[in-house]
């Protein structure tokens, strides 16, 4: 029996680092596709810029993690996946507010209060963090150091009427 159970276990091991595995895998495989894009001349500047941010996001949950031995590799891929939902509604809401600029001003401003408001590692290092945050060079107003997910929920709670 305690060897079942040993055995159980060690394919549980490794059926969650093969999982883990795969996770950080489609992460670095999303990170590639980012940088393809990024130094892709023929897509317009603003696909690249805002594949630049996403790069950059990841690149910073990346170096972050390593000093943070709690964070895993799932927690890895979720925060990608919700920073990548998080920008792509955020370009949603602009769009829908067509020419209104009060509209978009409003959509800008919720976004980027949600960003920074949900901070994910805390990091003190502010100028990095705010990299994105006050640059007119690009769309993406956030802050490297967000919690994707509460930053997410926090938007879609948001009435937009």
Known sequence: MKKALLTFAMLCTFALGTQAQQIYNEVM???????T????????????KTASFKWDVIEYMLYKSKDDNTFTEKQLGIQTYAMTEFVNLYFKRLSEAKNSTSKKEIAVAR??????????FGDTDYELCRAYVDNTNFLTPFSLDTNWVKALAEIRSKSWD
């Open 29 to 35: 495989r999303m990170q590639e596709e980012f940088k």
């Open 111 to 120: 976004f980027k209060a949600a960003s920074l408001n949900n901070v994910l």
């Open 37 to 48: 894009i990024k130094y892709d001349k023929n897509k317009p500047m603003t696909e690249r």
